[in-house]
């Protein structure tokens, strides 16, 4: 729900604790086990795939529920930005990419047909891809329409967008990611942090629309 904040500020406490549920789902989901990368070979990744089948489609689970919370989450800024929303949106949907390669090798592998553990598996680098074309996308709406108050929220959507598009350079011509692998994503988290805090101290209670001020009044 939309809640009384400072004059001239803008919260919604619903919004913050989406945000929250959504980080600490993602962050469980990820932490509990560590997947193949694509250097493996296909029988060890088969391998691990049959041995811990149940976990991963168990984690993959929370993986679409915590899609679903950021989906929420991106719906409740729609009264700061339609532009925000929509892009919190595809964002969302993009989450699913990796998820959706990994329940299929959970799925599917077998240590009696190694190439298709190997082809799946060299599918997962691409599913991150697509994963990182929506985060920038997200952090470029987040730029364009709410970056200019508070600044420093532009500034750190502008590091998200940045690292997110060195590292899709990178692995488009096929160099090492090095660092931007972790500082990608970390910075991702760091901004729907900002969000959230602001969600729940109070974004600024006017939003720009075609260069003119229009205050933010309703839920």
């Known amino acids: 729900m939309v809640v009384a904040a400072p004059p001239g500020r803008f919260a919604d406490r619903a919004a913050g604790w ?21 250097q493996a070979t296909a029988s060890a990744v088969a391998t691990f795939y049959v041995a811990h089948r149940p976990v991963i489609l168990v984690l993959q689970a929370a993986g679409v529920v915590a899609a679903a919370l950021l989906a929420a ?35 599917t592998a077998d240590p009696g ?7 799946y598996n060299q599918l997962e680098p691409r599913g991150d891809d ?6 920038t996308v997200f952090a470029v709406a987040v730029l364009l329409v709410l970056g200019r108050r508070p600044r420093w929220l532009g500034a750190l959507a502008t590091l998200v967008a940045v690292c997110c598009l060195l590292r899709l350079s990178l692995e488009a011509l096929g160099r090492d990611r090095g660092v931007l692998d972790a500082l990608a994503p970390l910075s991702f988290l760091a901004l729907v942090a900002a969000l959230v805090w602001l969600c729940f101290k109070g974004f600024p209670a006017e939003r720009t629309t075609g260069g003119e001020r229009t205050p933010v009044n309703q839920g």
């Open 18 to 38: 989406l945000g929250v549920a959504f980080l600490v789902t993602l962050l469980a989901s990820e932490a509990a086990l560590s997947l193949p990368d694509e």
């Open 113 to 119: 047909r190694l190439v298709r553990a190997g082809r």
């Open 130 to 135: 697509l994963l990182f074309v929506g985060v």
């Open 73 to 107: 989450f991106a719906w409740r800024l729609r009264v700061l930005s339609h532009g925000v929303w929509l892009a919190g949106l595809v964002l969302a949907v993009t989450t699913l990419a990796p998820t959706s390669v990994t329940m299929l090798l959970a799925l």
